[in-house]
């Protein structure tokens, strides 16, 4: 039978056909010259009983069964419509109210509304997209409703290019205008990472509620554009819109990501201020903030103060202390939560095999590792294996790790390799290096910290033809460096450092500190790592290139502009190298300041001239 299309966007999908009965392919469109007989008073019953069941899906169920056992047809519309709605507003399995609806003789809009949002709100919107081209097939014209239930399953699909068709549709009649409609344009778009045009179609709306102010703030703080997601949340202020537990939630993932402690603090705040303090999901946010800001005692703080906690509490603490150098505590954590006979989770086990990873606890990483399949039955993931190679590798057991990745029972990634490339980089393995940078570029070719991984272990070789002939490789091939960047906070502004960086209105007077710092450490017996300069250069210029890393520049504009004793934060891009880290924890004794700087993989705490991971990073 042909299938027809009533201004669709799309042909028909065959790949999840939906079971239909043939009036429902049919071309032409259902027709009242058959007029439905008067309801029977059963059939209002029924309706009755439906519309009263309240939120129990037995007696939904029970209601069903009902009118099944007194002969009420299964193909009545109106027991149909309210059976569908019911059963999807409970969430039930979406396999019961397509039976019923694959039943109906005629159904109307709101019908296959009900039946598209129930798969968009499903784990599987595909079904969603189908329905919406089955509907337009049947030349049943789409409503208001409609479409921000389909821009919904796009949004979870993130299909950018159905999305851009369906926005396009959605234009072409005339429901662009529509706040609902609107406000799911912006969600779809962010979650599909195009934050631009989410703003853009922000920007176009009207009237914005805080629906969309969440969704646009939401798409940049999830999409690396924090800057901008705190930016927004002050012209939200500024219109006069007050934000809920979402975009708290959205401002902290933000914080985070920048290390914007203080304006975090402000958001914690709010939060006590407006009585969100006793939500689970925004609490877990706020303690996994301050281990991110390296706050921990802060972190502690909030869990301890939890009313409810979760798995995920537990695990964002558990981590949070191993990543900040307290991996002693995060295992003493993981005890306390054996202790009040809680099961931890696959992720709990990430966090507990990284603080001894982190920590340099080889034997103790095996035990928990044996321990979680033996004693709580999980079955080890491709993450799990990866804190194994991990705890391996920075241990210095760099041919042991390369045998474990031999016998994984998983197949090894990415990741797993370039762990081991960079254990070989670090630990001089040349041989094995350059396999494990093969297996990676097999895997994600083009990464540019592989290249510059192997580049170094040839440059701590002295092999300085072949740091040429794989840099000339890396131009050949259009693979850039990623330039490393040092954050810090000061007035309510996130500033950003890079190398060399003059770009700051009082760089004179940065570089002034800058040398007076260096002067200062060199009294203390301080003497450039230039073997961290992997180049074929003088050692005068590796050590000037030492000078003006970002992080050090960073540490000079705080020392400027902040009063003395006050604790100064850093956020780091790449790995701190060991010439910046002995720089900092001279500093912090010299200047008798607290330096936390949060680089790629770990947090140092570095005071009174000791730094929190003891050396082993």
């Known amino acids: 039978m042909k299938k027809a299309k009533c201004r669709s966007y799309g042909s028909m999908c065959s790949k999840h056909p939906l079971p239909r009965t043939s009036c429902f392919y049919s071309t032409t469109p259902p027709t009242s010259s058959s007029p439905h007989k008067p309801e029977s008073l059963l059939v209002k019953k029924c309706i009755f009983l439906l519309q009263n069941c309240g939120s129990s899906k037995l007696k939904l169920r029970q209601i069903h069964a009902f009118s099944i056992r007194h002969g009420v047809p299964l193909n009545d519309p109106h027991i149909g419509k309210h059976l569908i709605y019911n059963l999807v507003s409970l969430s039930a399995p979406m396999s019961y109210p397509h039976n019923i609806f694959s039943c109906i003789r005629s159904s109307n809009v709101f019908t296959w509304n009900t039946m598209i949002r129930g798969y968009a709100e499903s784990e599987s919107p595909e079904p969603a997209l189908q329905l919406y081209r089955q509907m337009r097939a049947s030349c049943i014209q789409p409503d208001t409703h409609t479409y921000p239930f389909l821009l919904k399953a796009v949004a979870k699909l993130a299909d950018v290019r159905i999305g851009e068709i369906v926005h ?42 805080i629906v969309a102010w969440n969704s646009v703030i939401n798409g940049f703080a999830l999409n690396g554009k924090p800057n ?101 505590e995060a295992l003493e954590l993981f005890k306390e939560m054996e202790t009040e006979e809680l099961v931890p989770s696959e992720v709990t086990f990430v966090g507990v095999l990284y603080a001894c990873s982190h920590c340099g606890m080889v034997d103790e990483g095996f035990s928990y590792f044996k321990r979680m399949k033996e004693k ?54 040349l041989t094995l290096g350059e396999y494990a940078r093969a297996q990676v570029l097999k895997l994600e070719p083009g990464y540019s910290g592989d290249y510059v991984l192997l580049s170094n272990l040839y440059a701590s070789e002295q092999r300085w033809s072949d740091v040429h002939v794989l840099r000339r490789k890396m131009l050949r091939d259009g693979v850039k460096k990623i330039p490393g960047y040092s954050l810090v ?18 760089s004179d007077q940065i570089y002034a ?34 000078s003006y890393h970002s992080e050090k520049i960073a540490v000079a504009f705080m020392l400027l502009k902040t009063a003395p004793g006050t604790p100064i934060r850093i956020v780091k891009n ?12 001279l500093t912090s004794k010299v200047f008798e300041r607290e330096i936390i700087v949060r680089d790629q993989s770990r947090f140092h705490h570095f005071r009174d001239g000791f730094c929190s991971c003891r050396d082993y990073w």
């Open 376 to 429: 709580y039955g999980i079955v080890p993931k491709i993450e799990h294996h990866g804190c194994i190679v991990d705890l391996l590798s920075r241990a210095g057991l760099v041919k042991e790790a390369y045998q474990y990745i031999r016998n994984m029972p998983l197949q090894p990634n990415a990741v797993i390799w370039r762990t081991l490339l960079g254990a070989c980089a670090m630990h001089g393995h």
């Open 168 to 209: 396009s549709t959605v234009i072409r009649n005339g429901y662009d205008s529509l706040a609902f409609v609107q406000n799911s344009l912006v969600h779809m778009y962010a979650a599909c990472g195009l934050v631009d045009s989410a703003h853009k179609a922000f920007e176009l709306m009207s009237e914005r509620d």
């Open 574 to 585: 790449l790995r701190i190298c060991a010439d910046c880290h002995l720089g900092i924890k």
């Open 489 to 506: 906070e000061f007035g309510n502004h996130v500033y950003e450092f890079l190398m060399g960086d003059r770009s700051h209105p009082q």
């Open 513 to 546: 500190m800058l040398a007076e710092i260096t002067k200062r450490l060199r009294l203390e017996g301080y003497a450039p790592h230039t073997e961290n300069v992997l180049a074929d250069i003088e050692e005068e210029e590796k050590e000037n290139a030492l």
């Open 228 to 328: 901008e997601a705190l930016t927004l949340f002050r012209e939200m202020g500024l219109e006069g819109v007050k934000p809920d537990g979402y975009t708290v939630l959205s401002l902290l993932s933000a914080c985070a990501e920048l290390g914007a402690l203080a304006l975090g603090r402000r958001v914690h705040v709010y939060m006590v201020k407006v009585g969100l303090t006793d939500n689970l999901h925004v609490n877990n946010a706020l303690l996994d903030f301050y281990a991110k800001c390296g706050s921990i005692r802060e972190a502690r703080k909030v869990f301890d103060e939890m009313k409810e906690r979760n798995a995920v509490s537990w695990s964002s603490l558990i981590v949070g202390l191993a990543v900040n150098g307290f991996g002693e």
